[in-house]
């Protein structure tokens, strides 16, 4: 029997500008590396010059970000903006590398993953995704979302919010990047560890305590109040105003502390030094954990969201398919009415031919639609006569009622034509 093999966890690591994502990436590559477990690595930043890692996948080797810049006229985060909307086109191309590489296929299909994976395939049980360090440009534009929807509908997924531990240590900063995370977490509706980096330079333990207890975070703000650590700045009336300021912060970081309890609780939290390798075997404990929360909570939502925008696809091509049939329909009906409606058929080839022949029965004084052929009368004036032979005899008479002269008839003729030209 063959033995069963869970797929490939995908860790998109995510982070402010500076709190040190590139390092971090670096050392977890080195760890897989080191217990015989290469990963499979994602770079997704195209402005990075160099990164200290080997990437399968980088966005560098697809999208120019200077000629992106220059092409379209944009700034630094408007280029890596672009470069990524670029590199989303590929999602295809790239999820398809990934199967073929893992040996996995997406949720939407029958088979998740082969009975026997090669000895290559299974050597990969973990995707390493690096970012840009502009946050908001991965996780708040389009082509972030489809990376990140792309990838999670084929593998459990797991976002890895690297923090700057020292530049944390202010509780305001704090409240900053824990609503941040909040934010980042609903968005992508993803599993999240929290990442508190460069342990080496100050210790996460007072964050931890800070999640944990509440009653903690409330005496750190009060020691940074009274203190005048926290919004105070030099000079009497200056530092009156910053003493208003810092009330009103306290009373605003008090309050969101209490609404973040119940954020808390569905964080894992580990301290790391990507210097010197610390915490690291902690950080891929966490990730173990939230694949099997993502096997369990995440994905039945995710195959219920793909069953439904499958369902919502489907409607639409039937409601399409349903329109076009009946403007068909209606086109043929429609033909067949206005020819029985105004009883013309297609002896007259031009507009002009037809005008030409109700300018000459206006001039022998009948009725321009009683003029044609006795198929296309209405079924009021086939009373009179049903066959040719009446319509003969019709025509006769009118023409004996009104007999025009040689020179009535050239008269005729020379306006029509004049009228023609």
Request: proline letters at 4%.
């Amino acid at each position: 029997m063959a033995e069963s093999r869970k797929p490939p966890v995908a860790i998109v690591c995510v982070g402010m500008a500076g709190s040190g994502k590139t390092t971090f990436m670096q050392r977890i590559n080195s760890y897989l590396y080191s217990t015989k477990e290469a990963p499979y690595v994602i770079n997704l930043d195209p402005a990075v010059r160099t990164v200290p890692f080997d990437s399968n996948i980088d966005i560098r080797d697809s999208v120019n970000y200077k000629e992106v810049m220059k092409q379209y006229n944009l700034g630094p985060n408007g280029g890596i903006l672009t470069s990524l909307n670029l590199f989303a086109t590929k999602i295809d191309q790239i999820l398809e590398l990934l199967e073929k590489r893992t040996g996995v296929t997406g949720y939407g299909s029958k088979q998740e993953a082969p009975a026997e994976p090669t000895p290559e395939q299974r050597r990969i049980q973990h995707i390493l995704v690096d970012t840009p360090g502009q946050i908001e440009v991965f996780v708040w534009s389009a082509s972030g979302d489809i990376l990140l929807s792309s990838l999670a509908s084929t593998f459990p997924t797991v976002i890895a919010y690297i923090i700057d531990t020292p530049r944390t240590a202010s509780t305001s900063t704090f409240m900053s990047n824990m609503l941040y995370a909040c934010s980042i977490l609903y968005k992508t509706r993803l599993p999240m560890i929290l990442v508190f980096n460069k342990t080496d330079v100050r210790d996460a333990e007072f964050a931890k305590e800070w999640m944990t207890d509440f009653e903690a975070f409330q005496a750190a703000l009060k020691e940074e109040q009274e203190q005048g650590t926290f919004g105070s700045t030099e000079g009497s009336e200056a530092g009156g105003y910053a003493q208003g300021s810092s009330g009103y912060m306290g009373s605003l970081l008090n309050s969101m502390s209490l609404v973040f309890e119940e954020f808390y609780r569905h964080l894992s939290v580990v301290g790391v030094s990507s210097m010197t390798g610390q915490g690291v075997e902690d950080f891929f404990e966490a990730v173990a954990q939230k694949a099997e929360e993502f096997e369990r909570d995440y994905k039945p939502e995710l195959q219920n969201q793909h069953a439904l925008r499958e369902k919502a696809k489907q409607d639409r091509r039937d409601r399409e398919l349903g329109r076009m049939m009946s403007d068909m329909n209606m086109e043929g009906s429609g033909t067949t009415s206005k020819k029985s409606r105004t009883g013309r058929k297609e002896d007259a080839e031009t507009i002009s031919d037809l005008e030409d022949e109700e300018e000459n029965a206006e001039q022998m004084g009948e009725p321009a639609e009683r003029i044609g052929d006795p198929d296309d009368y209405d079924s009021e004036d086939m009373d009179e006569g049903n066959d040719d032979e009446g319509l003969s005899t019709r025509y006769k008479r009118a023409l004996e009622d009104h007999n025009p002269t040689q020179e009535d008839l050239s008269f005729a003729r020379y306006v029509q034509r004049a009228s023609m030209g």
